[in-house]
């Protein structure tokens, strides 16, 4: 009885639990409702990319080298040879009369070319330089980051399907022996104590297979993540 006592209040536990995590979930999702609603099991797969494009955590330093290098290109234009044409007219006159009398066109050409900005190009081009130097910089080690994150991801999905092997035998291995048992104390051979031992490690071990599904789940969302 007690024992009873004891499962059942581990029972409301866990039922309060998932009701403060369906709403936390529901918060983020923007759902609002209040009420407890079974979830329905998700298995993600892994998403392995065959493209050969860069990742999109990259994305953004090839943006930053690029605007780097149009803003030097678009400085450097004001040190090349202008040559520009130009046209004017004018009027003055205090009679319409003879208007045309009063009227001026002039047009020329200008020419001009920098020969020297006391060094600012050479200035400009070694900011220009400096920030492509760090661009890269950090690109290399958000990368090397990033494959660090993914190699690690796949070493532990590989554990978990080792262990989750070890855990579908135990678990095999206890069907077999409380199906031994079942027969055995119905002979008067094996006790209930004993056939309930047994019980309650197969139930923690079905316990451990969920927890570690749960978290194999996790580490292939994050390699999903990483890898997008």
Known sequence: MIEQEANAELHTAARQDYHTHLMDLNLLCGIDETTDVALSDI???????????SSLFTEQYRLDSLNTAVALRSFNLQYKPKLDLFVNGGLQVGDFSGWYRHFGLSAGVTFSWTIFDGRQKRLKERQAGWQQNTIRTYRENSEYQ???????????????????????NQL?????????????????????????????????????????????????????????
């Open 43 to 53: 298995s993600q797969p892994v998403r392995l990319r065959s493209d050969g494009k």
């Open 146 to 168: 990033r494959n660090m994150r993914i190699k690690q991801c796949l070493s532990e999905l590989g554990r978990y399907d080792e262990r989750e092997k070890v855990l579908d």
């Open 172 to 228: 095999a291995q206890y069907e077999s022996v409380l199906s031994d048992y079942g027969r055995e104390m119905d002979a008067g051979q094996v006790s209930v104590l004993d056939y309930i031992t047994v019980l309650r490690n197969k139930i923690q071990t079905e316990k451990d297979r969920l927890l570690l599904r749960t978290n194999k789940q996790l580490v292939i969302a994050a390699y999903n993540y990483w890898n997008w």
